[in-house]
T-cell receptor, first 111, second 114 residues
Framework: TQLLEQSPQFLSIQEGENLTVYCNSS?????LQWYRQEPGEGPVLLVT?????EVKKLKRLTFQFGDARKDSSLHITAAQPGDTGLYLC???????????FGAGTTVTVRA | DSGVTQTPKHLITATGQRVTLRCSPR?????VYWYQQSLDQGLQFLIQ???????AKGNILERFSAQQFPDLHSELNLSSLELGDSALYFC?????????????FGPGTRLTVL
């Protein structure tokens, strides 16, 4: 069982559409991170959210940390083909030290 | 470019063999992490070193071992290799050892065991 559950597992949309990826857990996290990974490369950190209820924006990407610090979401507005990749959420629960990753959401944006 | 380097990029070997993967962290980073990524298991944390000392252990098999040297580079040793060890192995680094520290990943080593 994954500590962090991501949904959906796969997402295929047309260029210009919006999408949301979810990351949920029953554990409380001191912070959550979002990474994007392209085929054959290592994950690249997009953002870290640390405060419950926090919203961070990175151009067309909006990240939200749940009030209870158990969940997070990533929303992409007007998706572009360059947004294609594997999106991973990661965090260390408050009672643990190690960083755990969700299984990831594979996003494909068709031109 | 994250600043983390890993060698080799690709490695093909046979079952029962032993291999060594190498990682150089970003300049200034004291902590090194090793991860295994396979299609069915996702990204799994193996082990973390901080300034030469083992800091945290994940789902690392007894056949695997790692160390961090005084110059802070790290090596992951995989022995008695099995077909199921075929995967991407990533190294990541961060400035300190805290759980909230942002990690920067290398490009990975793709290991194929035949």
């Amino acid at each position: 069982t994954q500590l962090l559950e991501q949904s959906p597992q796969f997402l295929s949309i047309q260029e210009g559409e919006n999408l949301t990826v979810y990351c949920n857990s029953s554990s409380v996290f001191s912070s959550l991170q979002w990474y994007r990974q392209e085929p054959g490369e290592g994950p690249v950190l997009l953002v870290t959210v640390v405060t419950g209820g926090e919203v961070k924006k990175l151009k067309r990407l909006t990240f939200q940390f749940g009030d209870a610090r158990k969940d997070s979401s990533l929303h992409i507005t007007a998706a572009q083909p360059g947004d294609t990749g594997l999106y991973l959420c990661a965090g260390a629960p408050s009672n643990d030290y190690k960083l755990s990753f969700g299984a990831g959401t594979t996003v494909t944006v068709r031109a | 470019d994250s600043g983390v380097t890993q060698t080799p990029k690709h490695l093909i070997t046979a079952t029962g063999q032993r291999v060594t993967l190498r990682c150089s962290p970003r300049s200034g980073d004291l902590s090194v992490y090793w991860y295994q990524q396979s299609l069915d298991q996702g990204l799994q944390f193996l082990i973390q070193y901080y300034n030469g000392e083992e800091r945290a252990k994940g789902n690392i098999l007894e056949r695997f071992s790692a160390q961090q040297f005084p110059d802070l580079h790290s090596e992951l040793n995989l022995s008695s290799l099995e077909l199921g060890d075929s995967a991407l192995y990533f190294c990541a680094s961060s400035i300190t050892a805290g759980r909230t520290n942002e990690q920067f990943f290398g490009p990975g080593t793709r290991l194929t065991v035949l």
